[in-house]
C-alpha cells in the first residue's frame, strides 16, 4: 500500500526579488522518517487555492512552524506589531484549511505558527508578544547562531489528559522559539500542556478527531533523539493510515 499523503501548506518567501513557497526540511523528514508517510508541499497564492481539490487528496495535514506571524486582523482589531511578519497567502490558505479539516475530521498537527494558527482559526486570540505581557516569560530562542542551541531544550510544560497518556509523563522539557503564544483560548480546543507561567503549549480538538494536536515547541526538531516526539509523529502516522484506510470515508 503507497504511503499516506501529509499535505504541508507552505509559507512565502522572497528570495533575489521573486516569490517562492517554501517549507522547512525538518518538517517534511520528520513525516517521512517518523510517521513514516509521503509529505506533499501545498504552494500558496490566490489561483492555487482550491482547498477541496487539496483535501481530496490529503490523509493528514501538517501545519509548519514559520518565522511569520498570523495577521492580527484574524483575531482582534490590533494592528500586527511588525507588519514585515505577516504572510497573508499562507493565512488564506491554513485558516480555511483548518476549519475544514477539523470539520472533515482529517488528521492533523499543528507545530507552533501551526498551532497559533489552529487557534484563530477556531475563534481564538494571540498575544503579538508574550514577553510583554505582565506574568509571562520570554519564550524566544536565544540569539545564538547555533541551532542545538536554538532548538535545544528550554523549559518545562505540565500535560494533562490525552496528550499526558501518549507521552507516557506529566512533565516534558520542550524547547522554545516563538514571541507568539495563546491569549484566549479557542472554544472547541482543549489545553493539554501548560508552561510555568501558565502559556498554553499544547490543545488538542475534541474527542471524535483521530488527531488533531497543536503545540507550541518543535517536535520536527531531531525527533528521533526524543522520544516524546517519535510517540507524537508515529501516533500522527498512524492516524493517517488509519484514514487511507477508510479511503477518506470520514
Ligand atoms: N512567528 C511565530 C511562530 C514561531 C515559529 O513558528 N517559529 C518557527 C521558526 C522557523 C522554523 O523552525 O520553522 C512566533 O514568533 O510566535
Known amino acids: 500500500m503507497s504511503r499516506p499523503i501529509v499535505l504541508i501548506p507552505s509559507c512565502t518567501?522572497?528570495?533575489?526579488?521573486?516569490t517562492f513557497d517554501t517549507v522547512g526540511r525538518k518538517y517534511?523528514?520528520?513525516?517521512?522518517?517518523?510517521a513514516e508517510c509521503q509529505p506533499l508541499l501545498v504552494?500558496?497564492?490566490?489561483?492555487?487555492?482550491?482547498?477541496?481539490?487539496?483535501?481530496?487528496?490529503?490523509?493528514?495535514?501538517?501545519?509548519?512552524?514559520?518565522?511569520?506571524n498570523v495577521e492580527p486582523r484574524h483575531y482582534s482589531d490590533e494592528l500586527p506589531l511588525d507588519p514585515t511578519t505577516v504572510d497573508r497567502?499562507?493565512?488564506?490558505?491554513?485558516?480555511?484549511?483548518?476549519?475544514?479539516?477539523?470539520?472533515?475530521?482529517?488528521?492533523?498537527?499543528?507545530i507552533c505558527r501551526g498551532f497559533q494558527e489552529l487557534n484563530v482559526a477556531l475563534g481564538g486570540t494571540?498575544?503579538?508578544?508574550?514577553?510583554?505581557?505582565?506574568?509571562?516569560?520570554?519564550?524566544?530562542?536565544?540569539?545564538?547562531?547555533?541551532?542545538e542551541i536554538k532548538f535545544g531544550p528550554k523549559h518545562q510544560v505540565r500535560l494533562e489528559g490525552e496528550l499526558k497518556a501518549w507521552i507516557g509523563k506529566d512533565q516534558l522539557t520542550v524547547n522554545s522559539l516563538h514571541g507568539q503564544g495563546i491569549n484566549k483560548l479557542a472554544e472547541p480546543l482543549i489545553a493539554e500542556a501548560f508552561a510555568e507561567d501558565g502559556l498554553v503549549e499544547a490543545v488538542r480538538a475534541p474527542a471524535g478527531n483521530a488527531f488533531s494536536l497543536g503545540v507550541q515547541w518543535h517536535p520536527e526538531w531531531r525527533p528521533q533523539d526524543n522520544p516524546?516526539?517519535?510517540?507524537?509523529?508515529?501516533?500522527?502516522?498512524?492516524?493517517a493510515r488509519g484514514r487511507t484506510a477508510k479511503g477518506h470515508a470520514a
Open 126 to 147: 494571540l498575544h503579538q508578544a508574550v514577553h510583554s505581557v505582565d506574568g509571562h516569560n520570554d519564550h524566544r530562542e536565544p540569539t545564538d547562531e547555533d541551532f
Open 228 to 239: 516524546a516526539s517519535v510517540a507524537l509523529f508515529r501516533r500522527f502516522g498512524e492516524a
Open 89 to 110: 497567502d499562507r493565512d488564506a490558505l491554513t485558516l480555511p484549511l483548518i476549519r475544514t479539516a477539523i470539520e472533515r475530521k482529517i488528521p492533523l498537527f499543528a
Open 13 to 18: 518567501k522572497a528570495i533575489g526579488g521573486l
Open 43 to 68: 504552494p500558496l497564492g490566490q489561483s492555487m487555492a482550491d482547498i477541496s481539490a487539496v483535501l481530496d487528496v490529503a490523509d493528514a495535514i501538517l501545519l509548519s512552524g514559520s518565522l511569520s
Open 28 to 34: 517534511s523528514a520528520a513525516v517521512a522518517e517518523v
